[in-house]
């Protein structure tokens, strides 16, 4: 079957936001040895980009010598890509010069608002001999840049393929033909099409632009790519095949299997967060950065999605907090040890009736219904679900604690308890981690202005090998404890086995 368009995978490229565009020589040379084997015209391996202070890995900066060996390695067509935003004509020099032989095409990431200067850009790289990509983003919103279509008429002669990027996943196929017909009133410039799948609507976005002449699509294997991930490759495949594309599908399923850990690994692909910020043409980035932090609950995700798609700093906003002065507070966290010395914890606070409780979750509240102290309940994350399990509506008598507005996250606040919800002033202690559980519990404490703050359930982790989770949560809350102690010079005594040396292990059975 003689295709009409050309094939481009981008698995390098795009899964490297997930990877820091590191991959494994396993890997690529398996990668490599399949595409060679496959339909696949073209394949971009990852950025050309000057020095930058954040960390990428060898496919985001594209040395010379690994091209070459790719190149060497690779029989199909092989692209990288420029960052508009980052790249000016000076760069070149440097960027795409020393490519001459090595790669056949640069594509251009460019933002809407600056077209006139990326065409500039792509001029330069085309007169010098490159094929030339230019990869338009943002397609669900072209319609605000004020006479964007029209001025596409500008890249006749200039760009090889001129490439309309669905960068948040929100197309629909009758938008996909509606913008394409559109585009060809101004210009017959060569058309690509690069779909996110947000929506899952890669696939029907890409067959349907091929319908409508396009001459190059864009995928990856697995759908490796920036947030909800793009088409998979093995996926357009499989559906030409029916067209007769001739597929060995023996070498796809190896490439797959290739992939298979690091999907596994990082899990990406479509979610209800994504599917909103989909719908709602919300950029996917901030999206992806919560979705891969461990203290961000799904609906808590969800909830700054929503609030983004309604333009909201924050869903809710409360009174600010103002406590009375508490002699005492013990901050009660979530480890083991809380049900374990369970009897000695409460003798202690019935024997310290005017000391203040501060749930840093409520993980083990319904321990302490039948305590009288004057109880404050932390609500970060997914704290209020959990509260409404452990702290029925008839057992709640007390006082819940925000982050200081607005919250990166939302606010989820349980029915019963808006009446009885603050939030705080400020973070005076720490500027790291504002959303933590443990910094709203410390805070809180400073607000009552105590003169001994205790701790229980903060036991810290056993055992040789942690998970990332634990070594984060772990690490986090070390430098807490040391930043409130630099910031207080009060001591946090741990009246339970703690491995945290940052507080001071004493026993609660010593004071009972």
């Known amino acids: 079957m003689a295709n009409k368009y050309k094939i481009m995978d981008c698995t390098l490229r795009d899964g490297g936001y997930y990877t820091d565009w590191d991959f494994s020589p396993n890997i690529v ?4 040895e399949a595409v060679n084997s496959l339909p696949i015209d073209y394949i971009e391996v990852g950025y050309r980009n000057n020095p930058d202070k954040t960390y990428m890995g060898e496919y985001g900066y594209c040395p010379v010598s690994s091209l070459k060996r790719i190149h060497d390695r690779c029989t199909k067509k092989v692209a990288v890509m420029l960052n508009e935003k980052s790249t000016r004509v000076e760069d070149l020099v440097n960027l795409t010069e020393p490519l001459h032989g090595i790669v056949d095409m640069i594509r251009i990431a460019v933002d809407p608002k600056n077209l ?3 065409i500039n850009l792509a001029r330069h790289i085309r007169e010098d001999g490159f094929e030339v990509g230019f990869n338009l983003m943002y397609m669900s919103k072209w319609s605000e840049y004020e006479n964007l279509i ?7 002669g200039v760009v090889t393929i001129f490439n309309m990027v669905d960068s948040f996943g929100s197309m629909m196929p009758d938008e996909v033909a509606a913008t394409i017909a559109a585009i060809r009133e101004v210009t017959d410039c060569p058309l690509g099409f690069h779909g996110h799948n947000n929506l899952q609507m890669a696939l029907i976005n890409t ?4 319908k409508c002449g396009v001459v190059s699509v864009d995928g990856t294997i697995l759908g490796m790519g920036r947030g909800a991930g793009n088409l998979n490759t093995e996926l357009l495949l499989t559906c030409l095949n029916r067209q007769g594309l001739e597929v060995d599908f023996n070498v796809l399923g190896d490439v797959i299997t290739a992939f298979m850990p690091l999907w596994r690994q990082y899990n ?19 999206v992806m950065a919560w979705s891969m932090n461990r203290a961000y609950s799904f609906n808590s995700i969800v909830r700054a999605v929503d ?8 869903n809710a906003h409360f009174g600010t907090l103002d406590v009375n002065h508490y002699k005492e507070v013990l901050i009660i966290g979530g480890g083991e040890t809380v049900a374990d010395h369970i009897e000695a914890i409460t003798e202690f606070v019935n024997t310290h009736p005017e000391m203040a409780i501060v749930f840093a979750t409520a993980r083990h509240a319904s321990l302490f219904k039948h305590v009288k102290n004057d109880k404050f309940y932390v609500l970060v994350g ?3 679900k959990r509260m409404e399990k452990t702290v029925p509506v008839a057992e709640f008598n007390g006082t819940c604690v925000l982050p200081p507005y607005p919250r990166t996250m939302g606010t989820d606040v349980p029915h019963y308890a ?3 919800t603050f939030e705080l002033p400020k973070i005076s202690f720490t500027g790291d981690f504002e959303d933590s559980c443990t910094t709203v519990a410390l805070q809180t404490a400073i607000e009552m202005s105590p003169s001994s703050i205790y701790i229980v359930g903060y036991d810290g982790y056993r055992g040789q090998v942690l998970s990332d989770k634990e070594m984060e949560l772990s690490n986090e809350n070390r430098l807490l404890f040391s930043q409130f102690e630099d910031y207080t010079s009060m001591r946090l005594i741990s009246l339970t086995p703690s491995l945290y040396r940052s507080l001071h292990v004493e026993s609660i059975y010593q004071f009972l």
């Open 29 to 32: 040379g398996t990668y490599i």
């Open 116 to 118: 006139d200067r990326a």
């Open 150 to 156: 029209p001025r596409l008429a500008q890249l006749k």
């Open 207 to 210: 067959l349907t632009a091929i």
């Open 268 to 286: 990406w692909g479509t979610s209800l967060p994504y599917m909103i910020s989909g719908a709602n043409s919300i950029p996917q980035k901030e």
């Open 307 to 314: 609030n983004k798609r309604n333009h909201l700093a924050d």
């Open 382 to 384: 997914n704290e209020a």
């Open 418 to 420: 808006g009446k009885r």
